[in-house]
């Protein structure tokens, strides 16, 4: 298995990825930036391929099979010091923004995804693990990631790799359909 940095031409498989980790919801929020004419899946590659932002190829990694994208990571520094939630954040975010604001300073382990054709490779482990030297490397003490209540096998795999749940949050779905009920903070302390 590669694991290798992403680039702006991978912004189709990022899209994808990101897209599946969470549950569709930023398809959701591609379309709703779009209108009901525009292409969702156009606007995310968009984001996915810009040089700056959360979302952006730069702070993606992916895993590679047989010369394959099987998997992805994506992840950043938290914010040190959490800035107070916007009033006019949209209701649906409100959780999740709440759950970061409990590990400030973090590694922020925002995606991890695999295709369904490579779990149970070894993908999830290997990005993990990706992920925490790249946090030990940074020089953070703790690398956090949120995850929903119905991703059960993730949930397994964070656990069994040391990461424990320390809080969560109903989710709000507004008109997103989405089976989960919870969102769930998990952290794993750096050692190094």
Same mark, same amino acid.
């Given at each position: ?10 912004a189709?498989?990022?899209?994808? &990825?990101?897209n599946?980790?969470a549950?569709?919801?930023?398809l959701?929020?591609?379309q ?16 996915? %391929?810009?040089d ?8 993606a ?5 047989k010369g #394959?994208v ?9 914010e ?10 949209p209701?649906?975010l ?5 759950? #970061?604001?409990?590990a400030?300073?973090s590694?922020y &382990?925002n995606?991890?995804?695999t295709?369904?054709q ?12 990706h ?6 490397d ?9 995850? %929903?209540d119905?991703h059960?096998d993730a949930r397994? &795999?964070y ?5 424990? #749940?320390?809080? #969560? ?9 989405v ?5 769930i ?8």
């Amino acid at each position: 298995m590669l694991i290798r940095k992403a680039t702006a031409p991978d912004a189709p498989h990022l899209v994808r &990825l990101i897209n599946m980790a969470a549950d569709d919801l930023p398809l959701y929020f591609w379309q709703r930036s779009v209108g009901p004419d525009g292409d969702p899946w156009a606007f995310g590659k968009e984001r996915a %391929a810009r040089d700056t932002g959360s979302f952006s190829y730069r702070n993606a990694w992916l895993a590679e099979r047989k010369g #394959e994208v099987a998997a992805c990571l994506l992840g950043y520094p938290a914010e040190a010091a959490p800035a107070d939630i916007a009033p006019d954040t949209p209701p649906i975010l409100v959780p999740l923004l709440q759950l #970061e604001a409990l590990a400030p300073g973090s590694w922020y &382990l925002n995606v991890l995804a695999t295709y369904p054709q490579f779990r149970g490779h070894g993908c999830g482990s290997a990005l993990l693990a990706h992920a925490e030297t790249l946090a030990r490397d940074g020089g953070f003490a703790t690398i956090s990631l949120i995850t %929903a209540d119905t991703h059960t096998d993730a949930r397994k &795999l964070y656990a069994g790799k040391g990461y424990r #749940e320390v809080a #969560e949050r109903p989710v709000v779905k507004d008109d997103w359909q989405v089976d989960a009920k919870t969102w769930i903070l998990m952290t794993k302390p750096v050692t190094g």
